[in-house]
Structures are given as C-alpha cells and as structure tokens.
C-alpha cells in the first residue's frame, strides 16, 4: 500500500544513484521525520547520528565539488513538519520561498544551501516561534568537497541594501549642497545690512545669479533622481550597470555644485569690483 500513495526514501535513493551517478543531486524533503531519509541515502547499517558523524569528520575541500547528494529536510528525526492553519504550504516551504524571493538580509551577495538553511528557520521562528522544528542539513558522500558552502542563489535583499545606501547617500549630497548655497547667500546680506545703504547696479544681477544658481541645483536634483531611479529599477537585473549609473549621478552632481559656487564666486568678485569704483 505504501508504494502505491507514496515514494520509498529507499527507492528515491536508488533511482537517483542509478540515473544520476556523476552529478551533484540536491534533494529538498518537506514532510514529517524528514532526516530519517538520510539513512537510506547515505546507505549505511549504522544509526544515523554514527553515519552523520563519519560524513561530517571528513577533511571537506574548499573547491566547488562536481559530484555528491546533499538532503535539506524540513524536520530532524521524530519531528513533525509543521503549517499555519489553513495555509497554502507548509511553514519550511513558505520560509524557503521567501528566503529565494526576497533574499535575507546580513548575508553575503551569494547564498548557499547552508545560508537558505539559517535564513529559512530565523522566518520559521519568526512566524510560529522558539517550537519551530529546525531544518536539518545532511551531505552524502563528501569526498569530492563540500555541497553546503556552495553560493547558487543570488540574495535580493543585498542588492536592495546597496541601492538603498547609494540613494540615502545621493540625498545627503544634494542636502548638503543646497546648505553651502544658503550659507554662502546668507554671508553676503549681512554686510550689507551692517553698513549704509549703497546704490549697487549689479545687485539685481547677483539676486538674479543666486537665483539661477538654485535654479541649477534644482534642475542638477531633478536629473539626478530621474538617474537614481533607472538604476534602482535596473539594480536586480544588472548590478554592474547600477553601479555605473550611481556613479554617474554623482558626477552629475558634483560637477552642479561645482558649477554653482564656481558662479557664486565669480559674482562676488564682480560685486567687489564695481563696489570699489563707485
């Protein structure tokens, strides 16, 4: 009866072996006492705690190994896999899911089989709390390295980070820049409220500069943001794109503050100038 609603973890082991002898196989259980399929794979009369220990004593290489079976099961040995009520999926495979879809955040660029383990059961406790069962990990027949340090999946919320850096980054810039422009206007209306009202020609000039000035920055802020959006936009499918085009806008935005107190000094000096010939 058994073999016909249901798969022997003794029959999946010998038909992988025997479809698939020199590949990488990577089998992922979400059902109850999932560990315990380990013993039928690892193929071994001992228990499977002895069997885990002889695999995990084994001088592991640090290349990427061409061939071996790794098993990620969804509940050690005499636990039960778990759900919400009334979910679509269980709690191991929603957790996974998510890990893959939206990425975890503290982990490196890359993800391996051992990260999505960890990032899995934090979602796990974080969803159903401290009973959560704890995925468990299991690698065959290590001779050839290790399966678990293997990076195969891209972690999106490390690409969200970065672009989420560049932006507060590009904002800082143009806030600081729109201060230095308040600052300098500011340096320039004091004097003259301190000192006797002179006739000055070129004063609606200067107001007209400072005001082209702003002008500037606005139109610098305004392309800036419109380049910050394309990369974010581009930022999952493309990172080294994303890059340069963050680096561009702030080129773009340095050479707009440059241009603007570059301006700003050249109108003093002309306000200096005439000043000293009336």
Known sequence: MESETGIRASDLARVLKVAAPQQRRIIVLDCC?????????????ATLDQAVAATAA??????????????????????????PPNARITLF????????????????????????????FEKMVIGFGANAPRPVLHQVNARKGDLTRVKVFPNRAFQADAAADSEHADAAQREQAKRDVDVQQKGNSEPQARGPAVHNPQAPATEQGIQ?????????????????AHAHRTSQANDPAASEARRDVRSKL???????VLFIVLALLYIVFFSGHL
């Open 58 to 83: 084994k001088d592991l290489s640090d290349e990427e190994p061409s061939r071996g079976t790794l098993l990620m099961c969804s509940s050690p040995v005499g636990e039960v896999s778990i759900g």
């Open 33 to 45: 006492f999932s560990e315990a399929a380990a013993r039928e794979f690892i193929g071994m009369s």
């Open 93 to 120: 495979s929603g957790a996974i899911l998510e890990v893959l879809r939206d990425g975890a955040e503290g982990y490196a660029e890359q993800l391996s089989f051992a990260d999505i383990r960890d990032a899995a």
């Open 212 to 228: 082209e000035g702003h002008d500037v920055i606005a139109a610098g802020n305004h392309r800036a943001a419109a380049s910050q």
């Open 254 to 260: 340095l050479l707009n503050l440059v241009s603007v």
